[in-house]
């Protein structure tokens, strides 16, 4: 995360130093779980559904559409891990999940109207931290696609809402959170989340 943390501040920097103009919105949602499949005992895994906090960075491109830098942060559960090989049993481990990706929208509709709707999308990484000692976090390649409504409440002020889905890639079999040994083996090549959010969107 504070990797991620370090990209966002040095992209907030770049833009108040030029006269880009900026439009700046702090997200509040929701995200629906995903699972894995641990490939050495076929249980599937999910992570809880929780709130969400992030902020999108967005400046004006051509014809209505935009370029993006959206980050949003779940702190979860990842339910029925066991950490041990001597042990049957399984415990829920915390697990933060951050998104950071470069994309942007397009519009819907042109009508003119004060109601715009889009699309939107973006390419970048999942960092998939567990708060367990002796569990190392993960950093994979991701991508997510949306649809979304903005409506003006003031001048250069909007309210947001969109909602998202997210892959997070993955080689099949892959080992994550591995420190020593690995905790889970997963199959399958993405792991798909699910997320709705509102935000103001205000226009420097």
């Known amino acids: 995360m504070k990797t991620f943390s370090k990209i966002l501040i040095a992209f907030l920097l770049l833009f108040s130093a030029n006269s880009y103009p900026v439009e700046i919105t702090p997200i509040l949602g929701y995200r629906g779980g995903g699972e894995f499949v641990d490939t050495t005992t076929n249980e599937k895994h999910t992570v809880v559904s929780s709130d969400i906090y992030g902020l999108i960075v967005s400046w004006p491109y051509e014809h209505g ?6 980050y949003s942060h779940q702190s979860s559960d990842l339910n029925s891990i066991n950490l041990s090989t001597s042990s049957t049993d399984t415990v829920n481990i915390p697990l933060t999940i951050d998104y950071l990706h470069i994309g942007g929208t397009a519009p819907i509709s042109r009508d003119g109207g ?84 509102a935000g103001i969107a205000i226009g420097f």
Do not use: H, W
């Open 65 to 70: 559409k935009t370029y993006e830098l959206y």
């Open 114 to 197: 004060d109601l715009k709707t889009f699309v939107s999308g973006g390419l970048g990484f999942t960092y998939m931290s567990p708060d367990v000692t002796g569990l190392e976090s993960d950093l994979r390649a991701s991508f997510s696609l949306g649809v979304g409504l903005k409506y003006p409440l003031a001048n250069n002020i909007a309210f947001r809402l969109e909602t998202r889905g997210l892959g997070t890639l993955f080689n099949s079999n892959s080992s994550i959170f591995c420190s020593g040994g690995c905790t889970l083996k997963v199959n399958g090549s993405v792991f798909f989340q699910a997320e709705v959010f």
